[in-house]
């Protein structure tokens, strides 16, 4: 009669255990991204164990879904890919920032940075009603990791003969 009940309390208790870590992980607070095209490149993964876990000295590394991806603050005051399709030319300003060069996409509350001359290319977005282009410089050590690919930001003195 004891064999009879020890199988349905270790059916009980595993039941519970699993409902236990079912709950517990709907809690992860994890950010719900896509993966870039290229997210699985070994650089961007090389780059992904490379970024600070805060930025702008405030703004905490939060978990993500999607390989490839970051995303600090909550809400999000900088999202990240890597992956993303890498710009050959652009009318975009180009700056360098601590030897990466970025193209910079002004949309309104948020600002696009794509790194450029760079494969895999990166991409962060940053909501400016949170933070600023501190977010870049946070980054310069990560993404000077990717390996260059030739393209480089040219000054206007380099374009017009």
């Known amino acids: 009669m004891d064999t009879v009940r020890r199988p349905s309390r270790t059916i009980a208790i595993l039941g519970v255990v699993v409902?236990?870590?079912a709950g517990l992980t709907g809690c992860t607070n994890a950010v719900a991204m896509s993966p870039a095209p290229s997210a699985n490149a070994a650089a961007c993964a090389a780059a992904q164990?490379?970024?600070?876990?805060?930025?702008d000295t405030k703004f905490d590394l939060?978990?993500?879904?999607?390989?490839?991806t970051a995303a600090w603050g909550d809400p999000e005051a900088a999202i990240y890919h890597c992956g993303v399709t890498v710009p050959t030319v652009s009318d975009l300003p180009c700056f360098d920032q601590g030897g990466v060069?970025?193209?910079?996409d002004d949309r309104g509350k948020q600002i696009v940075y794509t790194t450029f001359g760079r494969s895999p290319a990166v991409q962060v977005v940053i909501d400016t009603s949170l933070t600023t282009s501190q977010v870049v410089q946070d980054l310069t050590d990560a993404v000077s990791t990717l390996p260059k690919d030739g393209h480089?930001?040219?000054?206007?003195?380099?374009v017009q003969g």
Request: proline letters at 4%.
């Open 49 to 55: 164990v490379r970024l600070p876990a805060a930025v």
């Open 19 to 21: 409902a236990l870590a």
């Open 101 to 104: 060069d970025w193209i910079r």
């Open 62 to 68: 939060r978990n993500t879904n999607a390989q490839s």
């Open 152 to 158: 480089k930001c040219l000054d206007a003195s380099e």
